[in-house]
């Protein structure tokens, strides 16, 4: 049953008892040589670590982007929302520092990341003087990417199962924080647009969507090939097993299609679908690392 609230100021099915919970971990800084993150350290799979590799390295200046965009509209949101917002920064900080240990680690294994990272920056560069409120859009659109990709790496274990342990874990402690604040970024906007038509906000919502869609996926298929080619592997065998990945087994693509079109539905919301459960699946191996901060919604 959704639990429709006006405490935000705002409509919205975002759960009362949600809590959005930073947990301070690092990954990856402990391990001896001999058990150093392995070049292809999903299973040996080049096409599976080329994947996260290159959302990987999007993530430090992606969440930098998130956090700027929302804080934006923080001062003016009622105090239920800034409390959110403030628990929202707090986890995009500690996910942007561990995946900068984790391209450190990316690094190390011998790929160069430089290409990649630069057309993150020229990405964001070209939209810094952009209207506010269309920033905000694109965070809305992004953290729904990120909040459905999270949901599968928590529901589907086979998703994360070949990969080495540190990086298993780091990649599903990061899936439940998105999780938990999928719905921020949204009441954010619903409270900035609150005087604009449904229509409006519909329109606005949709095509930015749809051109952060096409923006994601060229450009992480980019820096895809990018890894790939300096394993030496290219060509058409290669696109079909990059084909396979997306669409076949683990299929994350096609996974995530139907959540991806929910969002262009009439009363879209990322808590329509509460599924906090899988939280609660692996939260256990977190309690001992609660920040003492933390923020209950």
């Known amino acids: 049953m959704r639990q429709i609230t006006m405490a935000r100021g705002i409509a919205s099915p975002t759960p009362k008892d949600l809590s959005i919970t930073p947990r301070d971990r690092r990954f990856g800084r402990a391990q001896a040589e001999s058990d150093r993150?392995?070049?292809?350290?999903?299973?040996?799979?080049?096409?599976?670590?080329?994947f996260y590799n290159a959302l990987s390295?999007?993530?430090?200046?992606?969440?930098?982007?998130?956090?700027?965009?929302?804080?934006?509209?923080?001062?003016?949101?009622?105090?239920?929302?800034?409390?959110?917002?403030?628990?929202?920064?707090?986890?995009?900080?500690?996910?942007?520092?561990?995946?900068?240990?984790?391209?450190?680690?990316?690094?190390?294994?011998?790929y160069h990341v430089t290409a990649l990272e630069a057309d993150v920056i020229r990405s964001l560069d070209e939209i810094k003087d952009r209207p506010k409120i269309l920033n905000l859009a694109a965070t809305m659109a992004l953290e729904h990417f990120t909040a459905i990709l999270a949901h599968q790496l928590l529901a589907n274990p086979r998703h994360l199962n070949k990969a080495d342990a540190e990086s298993r874990v780091l990649w599903r402690w990061h899936a439940i924080e998105e999780i938990e604040h999928k719905g921020v970024a949204y009441d954010t906007w619903l409270f900035a647009t609150r005087d604009w038509s449904r229509f409006k906000r519909w329109k606005v919502k949709s095509l930015l969507m749809l051109l952060v869609t096409k923006?994601?996926?060229?450009?992480?298929?980019?820096?895809?090939?990018?890894?790939?080619?300096?394993?030496?592997?290219?060509?058409?065998?290669?696109?079909?097993?990059?084909?396979w990945f997306a669409f076949g087994n683990p299929g994350m693509v096609r996974k995530i299609l139907g959540a991806w079109i929910g969002y262009f539905l009439p009363g879209f919301h990322p808590w329509n679908h509460d599924d906090r459960a899988l939280i609660a699946l692996a939260s256990s191996d977190y309690a001992d690392a609660v920040m003492p901060e933390a923020v209950a919604a």
């Open 37 to 50: 993150q392995a070049r292809w350290w999903m299973g040996g799979d080049p096409v599976g670590t080329a």
């Open 57 to 110: 390295v999007t993530f430090p200046r992606g969440e930098a982007f998130f956090v700027d965009s929302v804080r934006a509209f923080r001062d003016d949101a009622p105090e239920p929302l800034q409390k959110e917002i403030n628990a929202f920064i707090k986890q995009e900080v500690l996910h942007s520092r561990e995946h900068v240990a984790f391209n450190r680690r990316v690094v190390d294994a011998g």
């Open 215 to 243: 923006r994601f996926f060229h450009h992480r298929t980019v820096g895809i090939l990018e890894l790939l080619r300096q394993d030496g592997l290219t060509g058409p065998r290669v696109w079909a097993h990059m084909a």
